[in-house]
């Protein structure tokens, strides 16, 4: 999959492209994602009302991207960890992670493309709570984030 993003889909741009579909949640839905752990059920309420509309993976995979920008934000701020790159990447044009203080990876994008292929049945609440509870590997945590 292609994804085409200003600025570039690089580890050190992930917080501009959080703050670039924080900027456009607002404007389209009026949606206040303040960067708290909270505001993780408006993401998946936004990624759910994308699933319904019956769209692709492909025709919102930048949308996917910010969100899941924006879900790595939520983990370096409020569990520690910085954006790095990973040749693991395996559900999305994306090759960077939050590697978290105990080296664990988080995969916050991959999360993303998760909920809207599977809905529901993937959690990103469970997913961060097993990240903040220094869980699995928080690639997709396959027994905590299915409900």
């Known amino acids: 999959m292609q ?3 200003n600025p570039p889909l690089e580890p050190g741009s992930a917080p501009q492209l959080a703050a670039a579909i924080v900027a456009a949640a607002a404007d389209i839905s009026d949606a206040d994602l303040d960067y708290s752990p909270e505001t993780i059920d408006v993401v998946e309420d936004i990624v759910d009302g994308f699933r319904a509309e019956g769209v692709s993976r492909e025709e919102m995979a930048e949308s996917l991207v910010g969100f899941g920008c924006y879900l790595g934000e939520i ?5 520690g960890g910085v954006w790095r790159h990973t040749p693991t990447a395996h ?3 994306a090759v960077f992670v939050v590697v978290l203080p105990d080296a664990r990876e988080c995969h916050p994008i991959d999360w993303v493309f998760s909920r809207l292929e599977s809905g529901a049945a993937v959690s990103i609440r469970a997913l961060y709570a097993a990240t903040a509870a220094g869980g699995a590997d928080s ?3 396959e027994e905590g984030a299915h409900e």
Do not use: D, F, M
């Not at 983990?75 to 569990?79: A, G, N």
């Open 3 to 5: 994804v085409h993003l």
């Open 75 to 79: 983990v370096t701020r409020h569990i």
């Open 91 to 93: 559900l999305t044009a």
């Open 139 to 141: 690639t997709l945590a």
